[in-house]
Every structure is written in structure tokens, then in C-alpha cells.
């Protein structure tokens, strides 16, 4: 029980640093311009699609089958 406890205090003590590291590591991140720039490609995209979806679905339903 004892060689647990000190495994536990060993892994806490190890996540402990990663974390102070991490939080002095710098921006590893995304910046907000960057965030921004996506979603709004994205939001393009999405509204292009809903076009092509709308006017295809239009052309067949323009069609006489019979």
C-alpha cells in the first residue's frame, strides 16, 4: 500500500511540473483572427453548398417525366 501511495505522489508531483510548464510554455494555441478566419470559411462553405443543394434540387424537380 505504502509503494502505491508514493507511486501517486510520484505521478502528482510529474503532472504538477507539466503543468506549471504549460502555463509558462508560451501561446501554443490558436490566436482569435486565426478562429475567426475558419469559421468564417466554414460559414462560406455551408452557404455554398445550401446553393448548389437548392438549385440542383430545383433542375429536378423542373424536369417532365412523363
Do not use: C, F, P, W
Not at 511540473?17 to 462560406?44: M, P, S
Not at 455551408?46 to 430545383?58: D, M, Q, R, Y
Amino acid at each position: 500500500m505504502t509503494a502505491l501511495l508514493e507511486y501517486l505522489r510520484l505521478a502528482a508531483t510529474v503532472l504538477r511540473g507539466r503543468l506549471a510548464q504549460a502555463r509558462h510554455g508560451g501561446d501554443a494555441g490558436y490566436t482569435t483572427e486565426t478562429v475567426v478566419v475558419i469559421a468564417l470559411l466554414v460559414a462560406l462553405a455551408i452557404a455554398a453548398i445550401a446553393i448548389i443543394t437548392a438549385k440542383v434540387l430545383a433542375k429536378a424537380n423542373s424536369l417532365d417525366l412523363g
